[in-house]
T-cell receptor
């Protein structure tokens, strides 16, 4: 079945470091892939989405692309700030459930120290 | 003016008891969802709804029921709560399908079953 795999459970950085988070996916359809961010004490919120392979999604200094050949997609930011400390989830729309729900990865906790 | 509000925000229940988690949205979205969040599992879909009167099973529906009496309200019901249902539950609303379906989450309901 459709799935997303997010192997990085925890990433620890200092301010101005480069952030890179990777997910792999499996689906039978042409995917739209999403990144959601969850700040402490809040629900997840959409960060950005990528609808076409090799195209970039850009939001709030974050960039995301996906590669159909390797079925992977990643999120990056050139210079993180302490305020970027959060849990980041990759997600995709599965080929079932009428395209109305999302499958989420297990999340990557990013901790940025000043 | 949160658009998706959940109640209660915190709940302690006894094993075998009945628990109802409520969700209200003011986005006028057709789709509503219940996810649970657990360390190591990310967000997993329990039930969802296309509109008033409809409920659909998600990926982990066992032990849960759902009710959508109106466009605005979506409830998750645990008829016989078990300790394995201790978790943080998130309600979300969304419109459309596929790439156009951004999910808007509430702030979560923390449930402890003792």
């Amino acid at each position: 079945g459709d799935s997303v795999t997010q192997k990085q459970g925890q990433v620890t950085l200092s301010e101005d470091d480069f952030l890179f988070i990777n997910c792999t996916y499996s689906t039978t359809t042409y995917p739209t892939l999403f990144w959601y961010v969850q700040y402490p004490g809040q629900g997840p919120q959409l960060l950005l989405k990528v609808t076409t392979a090799n195209n970039k999604g850009i939001s709030r200094g974050f960039e995301a692309t996906y590669d159909k050949g390797t079925t992977s997609f990643h999120l990056q930011k050139a210079s993180v700030q302490e305020s970027d400390s959060a849990v980041y989830f990759c997600a995709l729309v599965p080929s079932y459930q009428g395209g109305r729900a999302l499958i989420f990865g297990t999340g990557t906790t990013v901790s940025v120290s000043p | 003016e949160a658009a998706v509000t959940q109640s209660p925000r915190n709940k302690v229940a006894v094993t075998g008891g009945k628990v109802t988690l409520s969700c209200n949205q003011t986005n006028n979205h057709n789709n509503m969802y219940w996810y649970r969040q657990d360390t190591g599992h990310g967000l997993r879909l329990i039930h969802y709804s296309y509109g008033a009167g409809s409920t659909e099973k998600g990926d982990i529906p066992d032990g849960y029921k759902a009710s959508r009496p109106s466009q605005e309200n979506f409830s998750l019901i645990l008829e016989l709560a078990t300790p394995s249902q201790t978790s943080v539950y998130f309600c979300a609303s969304g419109e459309g399908q596929g790439a156009g379906n951004t999910l808007y989450f509430g702030e979560g309901s923390r449930l402890i079953v003792v």
